[in-house]
């Protein structure tokens, strides 16, 4: 069951063009983001948030439009802006102080938890952390707070092999629980390792989105991995 | 809208919003152009806004399930705390100056605006050109604070200079009324200063939370 859709997103700027973007994101399912730098995936991510506002088109969260009950919908939502600074030298436990009063769902059992398992020290200052951890960081405020919905800006990226894994590993923990994760990446193997489904953007259009396995049936060669057909792809050299 | 207040004490604002609420006493200085100290508090909150913006404190507040109107709301009570405890500091100053220390040379020898209600009225109305300028101009875009500051110094030094001057024209001598002269008149421009901060406030909070609504972070 569908549970984000994404309805014919525009959002024009000077010099890029978000067209028609539509998509849907279902219970349950890791669903892999994915296009090269400046393809639109952050445009669509902060639309999604309602950060950016497009010039047409719709985002339903559970039913619900976005633009009308965003403080209802962002309550059952996380989300992970890539490795943003949030008041760098401030303690985290300080600021998850002030984030944690904003959830009712607040879990405290489930911060504590994923505290222990990102290896995260409350006292520490953003400034103290390497980019990984606070992707981590980021991750364990969307986390606490049983979201029904993570969506997460190349949460991988800045993290160490053992630590992506033990993300994806993550991913796939959430997913039994009926969570359905998003999140974009540009790095293919991420993708491959874990999601069910694939929405493919390039230049601001989306140029597939579907299970995993119908994207391969559909765009691969025979014997070429994921990351040769979307290399194929990007290059233009097209399904034949 | 309380948890929103509690961010801004605890993680927006520079301590220097703070210290420099102190400034309100510079209602005391004889021989000195008085309603500095209004402006040198809003320099103080001014610092705040430069620390939300290195802190990306602005879209971290955005993300968060609150009203993205309870966010601008959020910035104008904490900017508003700041003006009030000043403009305290600024009218215990009043008081003690044009009552105790009536008699001090200092103060009866005074060439610049004497610090009473006139004077505070207008401190009021420095403040609503900082909320009006300054907030509504950072509003517009949620990130460019120099524009709307530099403009607001040169609107807040017209009121000040405007302000100093008016108590020299023929027939308005009495704004410089010292001790409990004109104390009518006094309270009067002391209510209509308030009566300005409080309607231009409101306006340029409405207006910045429309704006707010419809940029792009």
Not at chain 1, 46 to 51: A, G, P, V
Not at chain 1, 200 to 208: D, F, L, P
Request: charged fraction near 20%; include cysteine.
């Amino acid at each position: 069951m569908a549970i984000v859709s994404i309805q014919k997103l525009n959002k024009t700027y000077p010099a890029f063009k978000l067209r028609d973007v539509s998509f849907e994101i279902e219970a349950g399912r890791i669903t892999g983001f994915i296009g090269r730098n400046g393809a639109g995936k952050t445009t669509t991510i902060k639309s999604m948030l309602n950060l950016v506002h497009p010039d047409s088109g719709d985002i339903v969260y559970f039913g619900k439009k976005l633009s009308e009950h965003e403080t209802e919908i962002k309550k059952h939502i996380g989300y992970s802006t890539g490795t943003v600074n949030w008041y760098p030298r401030k303690k985290l436990r300080d600021i998850i102080d002030i984030v944690k009063e904003c959830y009712d769902t607040w879990d405290e059992a489930a911060y504590r938890k994923y505290l222990g398992l990102f290896a995260l020290d409350e006292n520490k200052t953003a400034l103290e952390l390497s980019e990984g951890m606070k992707v981590k960081c980021n991750l364990l405020i969307a986390l606490s707070h049983n979201a029904e919905v993570l969506i997460l800006d190349e949460p991988t990226s800045g993290l160490d092999p053992f630590s992506r894994d033990e993300l994806l590993e993550l991913f796939k923990e959430l997913k039994r629980d009926g969570v359905a994760v998003f999140f974009s990446t540009h790095i293919i193997s991420d993708i491959e390792k874990c999601a069910d489904d694939i929405v493919y953007i390039s230049k601001g259009e989306i140029v597939a989105a579907a299970p995993k396995a119908e994207f391969s049936a559909r765009f691969s060669h025979e014997g070429e991995s994921l990351e040769e057909t979307f290399l194929r792809m990007e290059r233009g050299e097209g399904n034949d | 809208m309380t948890k929103l207040l509690r961010k801004e004490f605890k993680l927006s604002a520079s301590i220097l919003s703070f210290l420099f609420i102190l400034f309100g006493l510079m209602f005391f200085l004889p021989g000195y152009p008085v309603l500095c100290g209004a402006f040198f508090v809003t320099l103080g909150i001014f610092q705040s806004f430069q620390n939300a913006r290195e802190t990306n404190d602005i879209l971290f507040s955005a993300l968060l399930p609150v009203a993205k109107r309870d966010v601008v709301k959020g910035k104008y009570i904490f900017v508003c705390a700041i003006e009030l405890c000043s403009i305290l500091l600024m009218a215990g100053a009043m008081i003690v100056r044009m009552t105790a220390l009536a008699q001090a040379p200092v103060y009866t020898q005074n060439a610049l605006m004497n610090a009473n209600c006139f004077a505070l009225g207008m401190a009021f109305v420095v403040f609503a050109v900082f909320n009006s300028v300054f907030l509504g101009g950072f509003f517009k875009t949620a990130y460019k604070h120099g524009k709307p500051f530099v403009i607001y110094i040169v609107v807040a030094f017209i009121v000040i200079s405007i302000a100093e001057a008016a108590h020299y024209f023929p027939t308005l001598g009495w704004l410089n009324a010292f001790g409990t002269d004109y104390l009518a008149r006094q309270i009067l421009t002391l209510l209509a200063g308030l009566a300005v901060y409080v309607l231009i406030t409101l306006l340029s909070c409405r207006k910045a939370c429309e704006r707010f609504e419809k940029i792009d972070l």
